[in-house]
C-alpha cells in the first residue's frame, strides 16, 4: 500500500502527524495485521526462483492499529538499512558483501532447501525421462520432460556435456 494512502489510518496517531518516514512502509492484509508482540516479526515476500519459492524480508513489524482487523500495519524497510547490515556483519568477521543481499541472490543460496513452486522437471512422473548417456548424469543434472511420444525436452547443457 502507498504511504500516502496508508497515512489517512494513523492521522491519530502522534508518531505518524507528519506522515511516514521514507524508512517505512504500509502493508496489510485481507484477513488480519499485526497484533501486540508481533514488533520485530518479518514481513516476507516470496520469490519464485525456478521451481522454488523462496522466503525474502522486506520489513521489520515496527506497528500497527489494532489487531485481527484488515487494516495497514507499519514496517521498517530493509533495503534502507543493507549498507549498515553489511558493513555490521564485515565488523564481525563475516565474509560478505552487499551484492549477497540482492534479491535474486538471497533467492539462489540454499534454495533446494526451500518450499516447491508446482512441478519440477526433476520430479519423477511418468511424463519425465532420465536421459542415460554413456558417462551415466544424476537426474537432478539432467532430466527431460516428453513432450510428444518422440520427442523430450531438456536443457543444453546435458547434450553438450554428456552427449
Known amino acids: 500500500m502507498a504511504n500516502k494512502d496508508c497515512e489517512s489510518y494513523y492521522s491519530q496517531v502522534a508518531s505518524v502527524k ?23 516479526g518479518p514481513l516476507q515476500h516470496k520469490l519464485i526462483f525456478g521451481d ?46 552487499a551484492a549477497m543481499f540482492e534479491p535474486l541472490a538471497c533467492a539462489g543460496r540454499y534454495f533446494y532447501h526451500r518450499e516447491r513452486y508446482g512441478p519440477s522437471i526433476f520430479d519423477i512422473r511418468p511424463h519425465n525421462v532420465q536421459l542415460i548417456w554413456p558417462k551415466q548424469p544424476s537426474p537432478e543434472r539432467c532430466s527431460g520432460l516428453l513432450t510428444e511420444p518422440d520427442a523430450v525436452l531438456t536443457t543444453a547443457q546435458c547434450v553438450t556435456l554428456y552427449g
Open 52 to 97: 522454488y519459492k523462496v522466503p525474502f524480508l522486506v520489513g521489520v513489524t515496527s506497528f500497527g492499529l489494532s489487531c485481527g482487523n484488515s487494516q495497514p500495519g507499519v514496517y521498517v524497510k530493509v533495503s534502507k538499512f543493507g549498507s549498515w547490515i553489511v558493513e555490521t556483519l564485515q565488523q564481525h568477521g563475516e565474509r560478505v558483501t
Open 18 to 40: 507528519n506522515g511516514l518516514m521514507d524508512h517505512q512502509l504500509c502493508a496489510w492484509d485481507k484477513v488480519m495485521d499485526t497484533c501486540p508482540g508481533d514488533s520485530g
